[in-house]
């Protein structure tokens, strides 16, 4: 019973885990370490497997899980930047590294609202109607939720690109 669980468990995560990999990097940047929230969240999800409803909404359940594991953490953490949370060697180049590093400490700016909502949708790769059903929300409100997070990402940008020059030409 438990290889059949373990196999049923391994075969509805393999397919998902580049995507649920993409959300633990983007949402855990500045306090949990995207690996420990990995590992934590599948922990988690194996023990309640047997509460799982409907497989295609796997990847839900895990994100449910890590969202409630970061609440959790958030209320005990101080955000610190983890430089160490992308490693060159997985990304590729270090140029590119940088890049998702920066746009992940933008991210980790945003209210928590707007953030889960543009990583759900730009990182995972969720419709407007899954995060609606992901989070509990009217589709009108993920809509919101991203317009606002994209304007806000903007003016984050913006800024730090402001300050870049101004250190840069001071």
């Known amino acids: 019973m438990v290889n059949n669980k373990q196999s049923e468990f391994l075969k509805l995560y393999e397919p998902i885990h580049d995507r649920f990999e993409k959300y633990c ?5 500045g306090g949990y370490p995207y690996e420990d929230l990995m590992n934590d969240c599948l922990l988690k999800a194996y023990d309640k497997f047997d509460s799982l409803q409907d497989p295609g909404a796997f990847l ?6 890590s969202r409630r594991l970061l609440a959790n953490a958030s209320r005990k953490l101080k955000p610190e930047p983890m430089a160490e949370s992308l490693n060159p060697s997985e990304i590729g180049k270090a140029e590119s590294s940088m890049k998702v590093q920066f746009l992940h400490w933008c991210l980790s700016q945003l209210p ?5 909502a543009l990583v759900l949708f730009e990182i995972v790769g969720f419709s407007v109607k899954e995060i609606a059903v992901s989070l509990e ?10 317009s606002r997070g994209r304007q806000k990402l903007k003016e984050v940008v913006a800024t730090e690109t402001e300050n870049e020059k101004g250190v840069k030409h001071a």
């Open 137 to 146: 929300i009217s589709e009108s409100n993920v809509k919101k939720r991203l």
């Open 25 to 29: 990097r983007a949402c855990a940047y």
């Open 60 to 65: 839900s359940f895990l994100i449910g899980i």
């Open 112 to 116: 928590e609202q707007q953030k889960e």
